[in-house]
T-cell receptor, first 116, second 109 residues
Framework: KAGVTQTPRYLIKTRGQQVTLSCSPI?????VSWYQQTPGQGLQFLFE???????NKGNFPGRFSGRQFSNSRSEMNVSTLELGDSALYLC???????????????FGQGTRLTVV | DAKTTQPNSMESNEEEPVHLPCNHS???????IHWYRQLPSQGPEYVIH???SNVNNRMASLAIAEDRKSSTLILHRATLRDAAVYYC??????????FGTGTSLTVIP
């Protein structure tokens, strides 16, 4: 089956601009999570969407937002870009069961964002 | 969020077993123990997860201590393709992970 698809793979933006990243989950998966990976901070959880609703949120400023569509595809938006937002942004999809199910998550290859 | 402690790095000879330890003394009753690995220039990849009992799959085995305060990921025969950063994560679901720094595994030919 097709894996998690993230577009674009690479992006260069100027400080102050905004950017939108896209994630298409595995068919049938209803949960999409987003992560930021930087050399200094490692992998950090941004937020998770399930059935078009944000279900969990990490500790990031309001400039980072997201949404999920009825087909489970998700977008992540960063407004007023800062140099420190340069990172690899990863999304992961899973079936999304609640409670102690411990389901497997599948990660995309990420979008490499460079802010100049 | 319950934290995990892993060694920063480990080395193994090719075709030998590897035991990657993880301490999680503050684990809660609903936390599953998840292991993911990240190869260079790729997104993390699921390895295995478990709750209380030891688990086996085609990739690895997970040994969980009786008190659940520690666990060990076992790669039965390390190959060069197993060189990666291995993350041990606690989460009640597979939807929200707080990654630590992981263990960087080097496989020596």
């Amino acid at each position: 089956k097709a894996g998690v698809t993230q577009t674009p793979r690479y992006l260069i933006k100027t400080r102050g601009q905004q950017v939108t990243l896209s994630c298409s989950p595995i068919s049938g998966h209803r949960s999409v999570s987003w992560y930021q990976q930087t050399p200094g901070q490692g992998l950090q959880f941004l937020f998770e969407y399930f059935s078009e609703t944000q279900r969990n949120k990490g500790n990031f400023p309001g400039r980072f937002s997201g949404r999920q569509f009825s087909n489970s595809r998700s977008e992540m938006n960063v407004s007023t870009l800062e140099l420190g937002d340069s990172a690899l942004y990863l999304c992961a999809s899973s079936r999304g069961g609640t409670g102690p199910l411990g389901t497997e998550a599948f990660f995309g290859q990420g979008t490499r964002l460079t802010v100049v | 969020d319950a934290k995990t402690t892993q060694p920063n790095s480990m080395e193994s000879n090719e075709e030998e077993p590897v035991h990657l330890p993880c301490n999680h003394s503050t684990i809660s009753g609903t936390d599953y123990i998840h292991w993911y690995r990240q190869l260079p220039s790729q997104g993390p990849e699921y390895v295995i997860h478990g709750l209380t009992s030891n688990v086996n799959n085609r990739m690895a085995s997970l040994a969980i201590a009786e008190d659940r305060k520690s666990s060990t990921l076992i790669l039965h025969r390390a190959t060069l393709r197993d060189a990666a950063v291995y993350y041990c994560i606690l989460s009640p679901t597979g939807n929200q992970f707080y990654f630590g720094t992981g263990t960087s595994l080097t496989v020596i030919p």
